[in-house]
């Protein structure tokens, strides 16, 4: 058996079908005229699918008035925004407001290094 032959059964076997992984994301509970949201908007929207950290948590964004029911929520949503780490429908932890970018990246960081399962993929470098 040829190599990549062997790696595709692997992989196979690994993920049968129909037994996704674990769904890891990062949801912004965000509302219209929200300063901090459009600020965070402006500095980490744009780059947020193209890091690391967007690679292991995808982006969801949700207006704070329409939470879904199913959400497993560790407390109430009260500002904006606010980011909820999700694993399958639970939070796994939050980070309340936006500090600013450097203090943000520092903080997702942190959230998903606790989170066992969360790999970061590392990325070429720019050039």
Do not use: H
Request: a negative charge; proline letters at 10%; glycine letters at 14%.
């Amino acid at each position: 058996m040829s190599r990549v032959a062997a790696l595709c059964l692997g992989l196979f076997m690994a993920f049968p079908p129909g037994l996704a992984a674990a769904a890891l994301e990062l949801v912004m509970v965000e509302q219209a005229g929200c300063p901090w949201c459009a600020r965070w908007n402006g500095e980490i929207g744009p780059i947020y699918p193209k890091t690391e950290e967007g690679e292991a948590a995808p982006l969801r964004r949700i207006d704070i008035g329409e939470l879904p029911d199913g959400m497993e929520l560790a407390g109430k949503v009260v500002f904006t925004p606010t980011f909820l780490l999700v694993e399958d429908g639970r939070e796994l932890g939050r980070i309340e407001g936006y500090p600013g970018e450097d203090f943000f990246w520092g903080l997702l960081s942190r959230l998903l290094g606790e989170t066992p399962g969360a790999t970061l993929v590392p990325q070429d470098p720019p050039g």
